[in-house]
Structure formats: C-alpha cells, structure tokens
Nanobody, 111 residues
C-alpha cells in the first residue's frame, strides 16, 4: 500500500511561488501515472497536471499552462507553481496510479 504525503502548501501573495512535494512511502513504478489535482471550496476536484509515462506525455490544465511545472524524482512528485493567482487557491492533492491519493495541502493566494 503506497502512502502519499504532500507538503509545501501555505499562504502566498499574488505573483508569488510555491513548490509542492509529494513523498511516497513505497516505490512508485516508473510506468505509473502521477499527477496533481486541486479542489476549491464548493467545487469539484480538477486535474492540474499529470505525467503519463506510457504515452510519454505531460499535460496541464489550461489555467496553469506556462505557470506550473510538474516533475518527478524517484518516489517524489513535485509541482512548481509560479505567478500564483487568487484563483489558484485550493487544496492540492497528489495522485499516483492505483489509485492512491495524498491527504491534501492547502494553498492560499491572497494579499
């Protein structure tokens, strides 16, 4: 059973940056899809970014293209978030194919 623990969330001003990390307790096969989702209050959980090794693709939601970057190093998945906007405020969840979900980390963008 893979357990995922996110970190790196917090309060940041508009235009600022944050780096989220998702550490897996076990080994994540390199073929597994990994990604980040987010859920704002009163809204559904939406895809932010995903790495699909089987297709050789990395996809982003249109709203974050050019600002967010997903990456992976062994058993840790990262989400670099730049030029943050108030509408990026949400709980961010890490995902690994299984499916496995992290507990979420709050990101608040506000002045």
């Amino acid at each position: 059973q893979v357990q995922l623990v996110e970190s790196g969330g917090g309060l940041v001003q508009p235009g600022g940056s944050l780096r989220l990390s998702c550490a897996a307790s076990g080994s994540i096969p390199s073929i597994d899809t990994v990604g980040w989702y987010r859920q704002a209050p009163g809204k559904e959980r939406d895809l932010v970014a995903v790495i699909i090794p089987s297709l050789g693709r990395t996809n982003y939601a249109d709203s974050v293209k050019g600002r967010f970057t997903i990456s992976r190093a062994k058993n840790t998945v990262y989400l670099q978030m730049n030029s943050l906007k108030p509408e990026d405020t949400a709980v961010y969840y890490c995902y690994v194919a299984g499916p496995h979900w992290g507990q979420g980390t709050q990101v608040t963008v506000s002045s």
